[in-house]
């Protein structure tokens, strides 16, 4: 299967951790990539190869991936952080695959 | 910084070709490969497919009998054709640029352009 699969919604304390799975056939032997999509903006790439963070993304974003699954940890989780978590990869025969997505509500 | 920007028709007839050009700055276009992605009103991210300097393509399977994607290195461009398009084509649609791991284990999408909504409907 190509697909990757993630939680449709995740929800946090502003403080607090948040945590973000995304699972899928291909993470077992490509790395994945994180991106965040605030309302009405384009997306942001805030991690890549599994665990890298751009310049310019806070500490607080982290990552990481075991078998098939990807994690993208937000720790101290601020207001701002309220946006939509793709998880991406790349299959050789079909290309770029995107994760559904996880709206994260930091209450 | 490297810098993105789309642009093109905001309306497009149901069976006509949408067209989009992307505008490269901060980077020559000679050096990376180049995608287009959509994003349904209220859905999730698509690939459509990307494109290398050297006019080397990759499609999304689902798409790939209606869209052609080409590059003018001269314009540091590059284009989007879907052709036969429906309102389920309705979409934003953003350019960025691939990057790729050195031994091809992985590849992200960074920087994206500000996106562009093109509405199919008469």
């Known amino acids: 299967s190509n697909e990757l699969t993630q939680p449709p919604s995740v929800s946090v304390s502003p403080g607090h951790t948040a945590t973000i799975t995304c699972s899928g056939e291909?993470?077992?032997?490509?790395?994945g990539s994180w991106y965040q999509q605030k309302p009405g903006q384009s997306p942001v790439l805030v991690i890549y190869?599994?665990?890298k963070r751009p310049s310019g993304i806070p500490e607080r974003f982290s990552a990481s991936s075991s078998g098939i699954t990807a994690t993208l940890t937000i720790s101290a989780t601020q207001a701002m952080d309220e946006a939509d978590y793709y998880c991406?990869?790349?299959?050789?025969?079909?290309?770029?695959?995107f994760g559904g997505g996880t709206r994260l509500t930091v209450l | 910084q490297v810098q993105l920007q789309e642009s093109g028709p905001g309306l497009v007839k149901p069976s006509e070709t949408l067209s989009l050009t992307c505008t490269v700055s901060?980077?020559?276009?000679?050096?990376?490969?180049w995608s287009w992605i959509r994003q349904p009103p209220g859905k999730g991210l698509e690939w459509i497919g990307h494109?290398?300097?050297?006019?080397?393509?990759n499609y999304n399977s689902s798409l790939k009998s209606r869209v052609t994607i080409s590059v003018d290195t001269s314009k540091n461009q590059f284009s989007l054709n879907l052709s036969s398009v429906t309102a389920a084509d309705t979409a934003v649609y953003y350019c960025?640029?691939?990057?790729?791991?050195?031994?091809?284990?992985?590849?992200?999408?960074?920087?994206w352009g500000q996106g562009t909504l093109v509405t199919v409907s008469t």
């Open positions: 190869q599994d665990t």
């Open positions: 901060g980077a020559s276009i000679s050096s990376y490969y």
């Open positions: 494109i290398y300097y050297s006019g080397s393509t």
């Open positions: 291909k993470l077992g032997d490509m790395y």
């Open positions: 991406q990869t790349w299959d050789s025969s079909t290309g770029v695959i």
């Open positions: 960025a640029r691939r990057l790729v791991s050195p031994n091809l284990d992985a590849n992200w999408l960074d920087p």
